[in-house]
Antibody, heavy 123, light 108 residues
């Protein structure tokens, strides 16, 4: 079964850092790009960023709202994607989801999604 | 402000057919395929429709998607109480994903 499990969420003070993990199973992790999304309480989905597979350079892209503060990385040997969040702000409070990018050119969709991990930024 | 525009809410009675619209532009829906995601209350999003009109395994054929020009639609026929959820359309724009703000579907 293809599965993604996020971990690492919690309560953190503004200005501090937190690292989230997304552990994958049931597929060849290194073959896929991985994305992070977030959802603030009562709000819609917001794309945070993604990391391409090594075959496509392992490069990253980020939403403007997190660029320069958040970093996505991957460890293909452990089938884990990471989201390093620095200089956290109260507006970063959200449930964070990881998801797998499925690409069959010209089509591209996100599936599956993890269960999410809650990050609360508050003093 | 979301790049793709969806109505914030929709509703229907059991058995009814409802549609949810998604409006974009030539740079996103107009030149890329559209996906739809369903988010049941308190759960993670789930892929509902991909590549405009394809259903993943396990998604009932009551759900269908279509696209025309810079707009897309999700149709749900034979509405059921368990369809009450938030629905999001998505596409790609300049190689980055863009989403609609979501439509909350209420089954009356």
């Amino acid at each position: 079964e293809v599965q993604l499990v996020e971990s690492g969420g919690g309560l953190v003070k503004p200005g501090r850092s937190l690292r989230l993990s997304c552990t994958a199973s049931g597929f060849t992790f290194g073959d896929y790009a991985m994305s992070w999304f977030r959802q603030a309480p009562g709000k819609g989905l917001e794309w945070v960023g993604f990391i391409r597979s090594k075959a496509y350079g392992g490069t990253t892209e980020y939403a403007a709202s997190v660029k320069g503060r958040f970093t996505i990385s991957r460890d293909d040997s452990k089938s884990i994607a990471y989201l390093q969040m620095n200089s956290l702000k109260t507006e970063d409070t959200a449930v964070y989801y990881c998801t797998r990018d499925n690409v069959v050119p010209p089509h591209n969709w996100f599936d599956p999604w993890g269960q999410g991990t809650l990050v609360t930024v508050s003093s | 402000q979301s790049v793709l525009t969806q109505p914030p809410s929709a509703s229907g009675t059991p058995g009814q057919r409802v549609t949810i619209s998604c409006s974009g532009s030539s740079s996103n829906i107009g030149s890329n395929t559209v996906n739809w995601y369903q988010q049941l209350p308190g759960t993670a999003p789930k892929l509902l429709i991909y590549s405009n009109n394809q259903r993943p395994s396990g998604v009932p054929d009551r759900f269908s998607g279509s696209k025309s020009g810079t707009s897309a639609s999700l149709a749900i026929s034979g509405l059921q109480s368990e369809d009450e959820a938030d629905y999001y359309c998505a596409a790609w724009d300049d190689s980055l994903p863009v989403f609609g703000g979501g439509t909350k579907l209420t089954v009356l």
